[in-house]
T-cell receptor, first 114, second 112 residues
């Protein structure tokens, strides 16, 4: 139980385009989803927290207009990287949970911007 | 602001050795602590979860301890195998509703 999926697993896009990453809780309803970013040989850094039906809360230094997060249902959150640049190339991982339960992590999405 | 530090950053050991990975955190008011494994280019695999009221957890060859008052945790791996080669991440949560704060990880190589 508590399975989280992400799609796509890998994406390559051109600079200036937008990319959408989906995070789904497959067998539970996720009241909260977290989006993390991981640069090579670095740890996971929290980008934003989203609660179903409300606006996401972004961490300091993360541009909310560039990284659009939508959590419209209890099983789906999306992260859209708008006007992507090569420096946005990273590994994006979501985590989903219900209430105070321990969260489950998705398998991650490798984004490469050329 | 919570900060998590993991030492060493990298470790290489011969197969069969027992080893200890260290994790420290600056704010002892944690809700729980988790150890994860991450293979190159992959997501996270949860290894052990220790609630703040617990002192240790064991799973197979893995044992994690928690000393909340001193802000430390250790992950003990017994009889290491080449398949244990991966990056091990330590993460803490401040409450049931807050996200995890991760350390930078320890990159482990077990040489056959």
């Amino acid at each position: 139980g508590a399975v989280v999926s992400q799609h796509p697993s890998r994406v390559i896009c051109k600079s200036g385009t937008s990319v959408k990453i989906e995070c789904r809780s497959l067998d539970f309803q996720a009241t909260t989803m977290f989006w993390y970013r991981q640069f090579p040989k670095q740890s996971l850094m929290l980008m934003a927290t989203s609660n179903e039906g409300s606006k996401a809360t972004y961490e300091q230094g993360v541009e909310k207009d560039k990284f659009l997060i939508n959590h419209a249902s209890l099983t789906l959150s999306t992260l859209t990287v708008t006007s992507a640049h090569p420096e946005d190339s990273s590994f994006y991982i979501c985590s989903a949970r219900t209430g105070a339960r321990v969260g489950s992590f998705g398998p991650g999405t490798r984004l490469t911007v050329t | 602001k919570q900060e998590v530090t993991q030492i060493p950053a990298a470790l290489s050991v011969p197969e069969g050795e027992n080893l200890v990975l260290n994790c420290s955190f600056t704010d002892s008011a944690i809700y729980n602590l988790q150890w994860f494994r991450q293979d190159p280019g992959k997501g996270l695999t949860s290894l052990l979860l220790i609630q703040s009221s617990q002192r240790e957890q064991t799973s197979g060859r893995l044992n994690a301890s928690l000393d909340k008052s001193s802000g430390r945790s250790t992950l003990y791996i017994a009889a290491s195998q080449p398949g244990d080669s991966a990056t091990y991440l330590c993460a803490v949560s401040g409450s049931g509703n807050t996200p995890l704060v991760f350390g930078k990880g320890t990159r482990l190589s077990v040489i056959a």
